[in-house]
Every structure is written in C-alpha cells, then in structure tokens.
C-alpha cells in the first residue's frame, strides 16, 4: 500500500506536467485560429484592428475574457487564454 500510494502521485503529477506542455504547444495554433484573421499572423494589427504584439498577458487576457462577438465565442478555456496573453506578450511588435 505505501508503495502505491507515491506511484499515483507521481503519474499524477507527470500526466499534468505534460498537459502543460501539449498546452504550450498548442497556443501558436490557437493563436491562428482565433486571432490572425483579425490581428495579423505576428500581432501586427489589421485594417481595423489594433496591433496586439507586445501587450501585457493580463490585457490580453481581460480582452479576450470580455470582448464582444466574435471574440467572445472562442471557445478557449482559462489555461489557454491565460497561456495566450504569454503568446502575444511575447510577440515582436
């Protein structure tokens, strides 16, 4: 029984480790599904919308969570708008 116990822990914890790097991974993509049409493959804005390169992750993160349609329809959990804000923060302006 002791021995099982720290097993479980450990697969617990390596399947979460890894669920953030699947997550990782996969904000790039989300980023060109959700985001590029708008404001640019790299951030860089569109027409008319503002360039978002370079803004805080908390912004983006407060605009993605209270936007109007057609943002609001995202579908994106916490984890990966959080993990989008990083994304743009990060992008070269």
Known sequence: ???ILPA???AGLSSTVGAGHA???DIPALYQKHCAACHGGNGQ???ATPAIAGMPASTVA??????PPPMDRTGM???E???MGRYVA????
Do not use: F, Q
Not at 62 to 67: L, S
Not at 90 to 93: G, P, R, S, V, Y
């Open 45 to 47: 804005g569109g027409t």
């Open 62 to 67: 407060k605009v993605v969570n209270a936007h």
């Open 81 to 83: 708008v959080a993990a």
């Open 77 to 79: 959990t916490a984890d």
């Open 8 to 10: 479980v822990v450990l």
């Open 23 to 25: 997550l990782a991974a």
């Open 1 to 3: 029984m002791n021995r």
């Open 90 to 93: 990060n992008l070269k302006k």
